[in-house]
């Protein structure tokens, strides 16, 4: 079809239309801008991105701060997905680089820590569910196997969730007894045991079956049994307890 001498037609390869515009931290009025919001109104009146951006401090040459922030939560699938990201990975994020990417885990660490901080609202565990609720929404995510330790006190409240090691549970040869080392140091009542699995199918492996019964065996010696080892997958309500199918817990 022929056109007039108005200019060529835009067709289906056309550029797409430009992004909405956003306005830029440094051309907003000093009362509008993110920390100075946050001062006034408090951090929940701020959007997760604001938040994010007085985390960042800095955007790049030609992208504020702003911008960063919003691109990485997009790009992330949101802040589920900027928590489970691994430090290697969020350092090499556009506009983040390592020390941001510190910044950022130190403070989601932080945020796991103050829930576990006072004793009258820690986490209870009672069944298996009660650790899948505590963990897996935070692990499912997870590029890489991820091995947690659940401590607990004489009441089943959770005194601290740490992360043991970063893996494949088939590579913890020699690492049962590094299980209740934090244990130890609190005098902890019991432990659970929890570990994801990227594919996103949470059956355990053999490998997963004798590294519990090793652990089992270690608990006995030191009286810190190993209520449960749950196996993560993706998706909701995509667990295992290892306990409940007797495996390693013969």
Same mark, same amino acid.
């Given at each position: 079809?022929?056109?007039?001498?108005?200019?060529?037609?835009?067709?289906?390869?056309?550029?797409?239309?430009?992004?909405?515009?956003?306005?830029?931290?440094?051309?907003?009025?000093?009362?509008?801008?993110?920390?100075? #919001? !946050?001062?006034?109104?408090?951090?929940?009146? %701020?959007?997760? $991105? *604001? @938040?994010?951006?007085?985390? /960042?401090? =800095?955007?790049?040459?030609?992208?504020?701060?702003?911008?960063?922030?919003?691109?990485?939560?997009?790009?992330?699938?949101?802040?589920?997905?900027?928590?489970?990201?691994?430090?290697?990975?969020?350092?090499?994020?556009?506009?983040?680089?390592?020390?941001?990417?510190?910044?950022?885990?130190?403070?989601?660490?932080?945020?796991?820590?103050?829930?576990?901080?006072?004793?009258?609202?820690?986490?209870?565990?009672?069944?298996?569910?009660?650790?899948? #609720? !505590?963990?897996?929404?935070?692990?499912?995510? %997870?590029?890489? $196997? *991820? @091995?947690?330790?659940?401590? /607990?006190? =004489?009441?089943?409240?959770?005194?601290?969730?740490?992360?043991?090691?970063?893996?494949?549970?088939?590579?913890?040869?020699?690492?049962?007894?590094?299980?209740?080392?934090?244990?130890?140091?609190?005098?902890?009542?019991?432990?659970?045991?929890?570990?994801?699995?990227?594919?996103?199918?949470?059956?355990?492996?053999?490998?997963?079956?004798?590294?519990?019964?090793?652990?089992?065996?270690?608990?006995?010696?030191?009286?810190?049994?190993?209520?449960?080892? !749950?196996?993560?997958?993706?998706?909701?309500?995509?667990?295992?307890?290892?306990?409940?199918?007797?495996?390693?817990?013969?």
């Amino acid at each position: 079809m022929q056109h007039g001498g108005d200019g060529p037609a835009r067709d289906a390869s056309s550029p797409e239309e430009p992004a909405p515009y956003r306005v830029r931290v440094a051309e907003m009025p000093d009362a509008e801008r993110p920390r100075e #919001r !946050l001062e006034r109104l408090g951090p929940g009146a %701020l959007k997760t $991105e *604001e @938040l994010l951006a007085i985390l /960042l401090r =800095t955007g790049t040459a030609r992208e504020d701060v702003l911008a960063v922030a919003a691109q990485l939560l997009h790009e992330r699938g949101g802040l589920r997905g900027v928590a489970a990201t691994d430090l290697a990975t969020l350092g090499g994020a556009h506009g983040i680089g390592p020390a941001k990417a510190t910044t950022i885990a130190a403070a989601f660490e932080l945020g796991r820590r103050v829930a576990l901080e006072d004793g009258a609202s820690r986490p209870t565990v009672t069944s298996p569910a009660d650790i899948a #609720r !505590l963990l897996h929404a935070e692990m499912e995510l %997870l590029p890489q $196997e *991820e @091995l947690r330790v659940v401590v /607990l006190d =004489t009441k089943h409240h959770v005194l601290a969730a740490p992360v043991l090691y970063r893996g494949t549970v088939s590579a913890a040869g020699g690492r049962v007894a590094e299980v209740f080392r934090e244990a130890v140091r609190l005098n902890a009542s019991k432990i659970a045991l929890a570990h994801n699995h990227p594919s996103g199918d949470p059956a355990p492996s053999a490998d997963d079956i004798e590294f519990t019964r090793s652990a089992i065996e270690a608990g006995t010696l030191l009286d810190i049994p190993v209520l449960d080892h !749950l196996v993560l997958g993706q998706g909701r309500d995509r667990w295992v307890s290892m306990r409940e199918r007797h495996l390693g817990f013969e």
